[in-house]
């Protein structure tokens, strides 16, 4: 199935995990820590307390978005980190009391989820040394760039999650498939399945940081 399918088909932890993990494997950007959002992971499993994910949510903000002193204007952010802040911003305050097996998930968590995969697959694009603002052409090309015009790249990620993955960069290849897997395991094993999902998401950050980390010190 495609990434599209999966989330058009997730139940309410499916797409809280998906959403969560999107944002967890990007928090590099944002100058946090491996331990920030375990308390959200907490939240989501069998047993876990989903009516505190709104506390432990804004928890997580204040340390990811320090309020800036007085007198102090808030830092600018380049466009990967602006993108993994849209997705802390846009998480939902709360989740349904007792997350479904089935039946009709919430609207606003499929909107967040779909939001953080997208959103993900840019942040991985745009940091990827092989792939940069443009797209990788089948052949092996170098694609159009945003300053062409209209950004190819990104129809390129629209058309992946749908199906069609050719002509991605690493970095967003690999970042489509982890999407994929994960929601493949929440379908197949529900909450019991959330250990292999941290997992799988703590190894993309630990990417990704690697990645943030060596451009950091090539702009030194």
Excluded: F, Y
Excluded at 91 to 113: I, N, S, T, V
Excluded at 157 to 183: C, F, H, K, N, Y
Excluded at 192 to 202: D, I, K, P, S
């Amino acid at each position: 199935m495609s990434l599209v399918e999966l989330i058009a088909g997730a139940d309410e932890r499916g797409l809280a995990a998906s959403g969560l993990g999107c944002l967890d494997r990007c928090v590099p950007l944002l100058g946090g820590d491996d331990e920030v959002l375990r308390p959200l992971w907490a939240s989501l499993g069998e047993g876990g307390d989903a009516v505190e994910w709104g506390d432990r949510l804004e928890r997580a903000r204040a340390v990811l978005v320090p309020e800036p002193g007085p007198g102090e204007a808030a830092p600018a952010a380049d466009e990967a980190a602006a993108l993994a802040l849209r997705m802390l911003a846009a998480a939902p305050a709360d989740l349904p009391d007792k997350l479904q097996g089935g039946g009709p998930p919430d609207a606003r968590l499929r909107e967040w989820a779909d939001l953080c995969s997208l959103s993900a697959l840019r942040v991985h694009r745009l940091l990827d040394p092989a792939g940069g603002r443009g797209l990788l052409d089948p052949a092996g090309g170098r694609g159009k760039g945003a300053g062409d015009g209209a950004d190819p790249a990104d129809d390129r990620l629209t058309a992946s999650r749908a199906g069609a993955a050719d002509g991605l960069s690493p970095l967003a290849a690999a970042e489509l498939r982890r999407q994929i897997v994960i929601l493949e395991l929440l379908a197949g094993r529900g909450a019991a399945g959330l250990r292999q999902v941290h997992g799988a998401t703590t190894e993309g950050r630990r990417i990704l940081r690697a990645v943030v980390s060596r451009r950091a010190r090539g702009r030194n």
